[in-house]
């Protein structure tokens, strides 16, 4: 345990999963978020599927080059890139066809990203095994804690546009990339 809390490696990709998962939160309430564009339970529902279908596909894909090539990096921060560009049209615009084109890549962008960085991670730290198993162990501790503030972020009050949560968890997507 004190190997790992002592590597660098450990404590910037807690940060990185930690501002992944933090933006990822915005799938525990996606229908309420959906349900902003003004549509019946149903239909929100229904619109609410299609993303998390986009992103088995790009998730799988994404895995699949970067095993393919050994490159982790790039196929993390692109994901993130589209993701902070979908956060920012989807708070930044009132628009139903632009704000549900936002909705289609944030999903995408967050978890395609994501098992890539949980196999960065046993890559970046793999001796000795005790220490990587800590490591693992903390780093997704550590990360999964956002959804203690996260639940804050997503109020269910008529006519909230959820902009100020948008924002703050594209900034979270920055963090986690730099």
Known sequence: MKLAFL???TWILMVMLLGIVSSGSVTNFFPTVVKTLGYNNVKTLLLTAPPYVLAVITAFLNAWHADRTGERYLHVVLPLCVGVAAFILAAAT???APRYVAMMLMVPGIFTGYGVTLAWISNSIPRPPAKRAAALAA???VSNMSSIYASYMYPQQKG???RKSLFTFSL???GAVH
Request: neutral net charge.
């Open 139 to 141: 780093i997704n501790s």
């Open 172 to 174: 979270a997507f920055v």
């Open 94 to 96: 009132t628009a139903t």
């Open 160 to 162: 909230v546009t959820h």
């Open 7 to 9: 590597d660098i490696k």
